[in-house]
């Protein structure tokens, strides 16, 4: 993906993606059929989830027999198991806490380092189109960002920036389907689920890693 520098200011990530092609894999990727969506869960369903502290306070992990199907983040224990019980009513929660010690560390690992890729099986449920959007934005690496109307463009409907900015706003997993990479056309950073701060504090760890590695293969490179 290219990219080009801004300047830096609260409001607007130094780096912003423009219409270089992503790979093959991607657009394969995109024509997956996505699996159908659920809402809340089922009375007899059971979600299990563990919670820790982290750099943007508190991170709550939660997964169906299928895979990781929502990770929160909020100001503590309370709030982002708050947030598990509105997202699926009808199923039963389950704190396993030590349980899933080392998938929440997997996580929280992923959160503070930025470059890391971690390989966690995901449920991810939604509708065929917030399907895609997900799926595009995992292409999307740190350090960068891309506008709304720039996703819509990319999968072929121009016009659906604002369904794009709503498949945002729907997705459950922080960071792993990192909708934060996602701004404004104008270079303000929209919204976010978890909190506009926390947005502005994702972008710029993720920036300042992309950069301290870029200087690094810099000085890595024979002269």
Not at 8 to 13: E, L, V
Not at 14 to 27: A, C, D, K, V, W
Not at 77 to 96: C, E, M
Not at 149 to 164: C, N, Q, Y
Request: with cysteine; aromatic share 6%.
């Amino acid at each position: 993906m290219k990219t080009d520098q801004h300047t830096s200011t609260p409001d607007k990530p130094l780096r912003h993606s423009h219409s270089g092609r992503y790979p093959e894999e991607t657009r394969q990727r995109l024509a997956t059929p996505p699996a159908a969506p659920r809402t809340g869960g089922t009375a007899s369903s059971t979600i299990r989830f563990a919670c820790a502290p982290c750099f943007l306070g508190w991170v709550a992990v939660a997964m169906t027999e299928r895979g990781i199907c929502a990770i929160e983040l909020g100001d503590d224990r309370q709030a982002v198991s708050a947030q598990l019980r509105r997202h699926f009513p009808k199923a039963r929660l389950a704190d396993v806490g030590p349980e899933f010690s080392s998938i929440v560390a997997e996580v929280i690992t992923l959160l503070e380092t930025p470059p890391k890729t971690i390989d966690l099986t995901l449920d991810i449920q939604g509708t065929a189109f917030q399907q895609q959007v997900w799926q595009f934005l995992r292409q999307i690496p740190p350090g960068s960002t891309v506008s709304y109307g720039e996703v819509a463009h990319r999968l072929g409907r121009p016009r659906a920036a604002r369904a794009v900015a709503g498949a945002c706003a729907a997705n459950r997993l922080a960071v792993v389907v990192p909708c934060h990479r996602v701004i404004s056309s104008n270079g303000s950073l929209g919204g976010f689920r978890w909190g506009i701060d926390r947005k502005r504090t994702l972008l710029h760890r993720e920036n300042t890693a992309s950069n301290a590695a870029w200087i690094n293969d810099k000085k890595s490179v024979p002269r």
